[in-house]
């Protein structure tokens, strides 16, 4: 079968079953040229991991809280 | 109350992400939430923030994000969040003004008020309040 026919029978696979194919794709390419395909584009990380002074502001907002509720 | 409460977490799902209910100010909004725990913070998009009733000019605590969001602003709002059936729980938000953001649950605090088990094998994303 040619990659030509193939592709049909793959737009036409739901999304769970698309994942699962590109997972098993994914096995079959050595990390080197996975490495080559994905570094031509860049994505967003949302997850600010490493945001420590967002945290222990947020942080004492809450111990001030606590203490407000304390007193109240 | 149960202290407990599981959800689905298939093998297609790539990212763990739960169904909450955000209360603030008499308003209400369902919508689903990321669990990260490598984010320092709690992270609630704009657009939800007012949904709620919240204003921005209001909430004076003032919070540096980092990485990609280190030029968006961000301001520190509390809000409480039902997780199905759990007795609700109090949260402090990182507010950013920005709508393209995702709902982050994050370590400060919402892992350090619930306990959250990650189970692949099981396909369940197992919480505690504890």
């Known amino acids: 079968m040619s990659l030509a026919e193939l592709i049909p029978l793959v737009n036409n696979l739901n999304q769970s079953d698309k994942l699962s194919l590109f997972k098993f794709l994914a096995a079959q390419i050595p990390d080197a040229e996975l490495q080559v395909i994905f570094s031509a584009s860049e994505y967003p990380v949302w997850s600010p991991y490493d945001a420590t002074e967002a945290e222990n502001i947020l942080m004492q907002m809450i111990r001030d809280n606590q203490e407000e509720s304390t007193h109240a | ?130």
Not at chain 2, 38 to 45: D, E, H, K, R
Not at chain 2, 62 to 68: C, S
Request: glycine content about 6%.
């Open chain 2, 1 to 130: 109350m149960p202290s407990t409460i599981e959800f689905p977490f298939s093998d297609y799902e790539a990212l763990p992400t739960i169904p909450i209910t955000l209360s603030y100010a008499g308003f209400s909004v369902s919508t689903n939430a990321l669990l990260d725990t490598g984010s320092t913070v709690n992270l609630l998009p704009y657009d939800i923030g007012l949904q709620l009733g919240a204003t921005w000019e209001e909430q004076t605590v003032r919070l540096p994000l980092a990485g990609n969001l280190a030029r968006v602003e961000a301001r520190g709002l509390f809000v409480h969040v039902q997780i199905g059936n759990l007795e609700p729980v109090r949260l402090a938000f990182a507010w950013a003004k920005a709508s393209q953001v995702p709902l982050i649950l994050g370590q400060t605090n919402f892992f350090r008020e619930l306990d959250v088990c990650f189970q692949r094998s099981r396909h369940t994303i197992e919480i505690n309040r504890f």
